[in-house]
């Protein structure tokens, strides 16, 4: 029998496994990748007594690969924040998927293990940009307001190691992020006992971050504003947290940023106002390549072609969702 773990490999993801396997410590095999890998059951093979566990990637995205899994025999575990579409019944799997706007699977893991590991619980909810949600949390834990910051700090320091076009544009391999954080407890002995790991994220976010603030906007107004980024490897890695990072300066407003790729199309990072975050998932299901969540979506792959097309939509998307 195997256990495997497929899990999403940003800030949510690993929090969510870093719980699990604090409660229950598994020797297990890692399924996982950049943020924007999601199609994850596709890369599993699976027999009959296997045990997997499916943590923060859409069911939607991952049905044909679910059905293959639990055709072989084996038992799943499921449980996520984003679209799920319809959810097969089979007594092989058992799910726990809530797509509320202000829930992330790191806080689905941390109620179903009644709050055992809630620090990093905390962590995931920041990195996953549901500051409110990780707040409410954090006043139920004895910390300091340091130790908070320290906590936001690394959601945000995770949760950008997971994005970039490959595992190469990573600082870290998201399967060996987690065997680095995987055997502590508590987020704040990971950050003082493995400080050069930690070092490695926040000087690499500080500098990336710096880069992208001097780009201008190519549109901006009181509803929506977009921002296109190069292709470069600094970028990829900065799209999704400087996306988080104009949400939170302009919470009325919802934000497009777009990083070229090599082939010429677009990587694209949606965030609906986090006064209204609604509409994101929405408005990337219109695209071929594009899911997500209310809050905050994606497109893996805008066509140049259709650059025009999408400002025009995005605006007036979000425009009617102002009125």
Known sequence: MAVIDVFNGDADGLCALVQLRNASPQDSVLVTGVKRDINLLDRVTAQAGDQVTVLDVSLDKNRDGLNTVLRAGADVVYIDHHFAGEIPEHTNLTVNINPAADVCTSLLVNGMLKGRFAEWAVVGAFGDNLRNSAMALAKTLELTDEELQKLENLGIYLNYNGYGASIDDLHFDPAE???????????????????????????????DMRAASQ??????DQVSAVFILPDE????????????????DFPDRAHA?????????????????????????????????G????????INDLPLTSLNDFLERFQEFFRSLST
């Open 215 to 220: 780009l201008p906007s190519v549109h901006c």
């Open 291 to 298: 899911g997500g969540r209310a809050a905050a979506a994606g």
């Open 177 to 207: 992020l987690y065997r680095r954080i995987a055997s502590f407890a508590s987020p704040r002995q990971f950050m003082n006992e493995a400080a050069d790991t930690f070092s490695q994220l926040e000087e690499g976010y500080i500098n």
């Open 233 to 248: 490897r600094w970028a990829r890695r900065v799209s999704g947290v400087y996306s988080n990072d104009l949400a939170n």
């Open 257 to 289: 940023v777009l990083t070229e790729k090599n082939n010429g199309n677009y990587l694209v990072s949606i965030r609906a106002p986090l006064n209204n975050k609604r509409g994101a998932d929405e408005f990337c299901r219109q695209f071929p390549t």
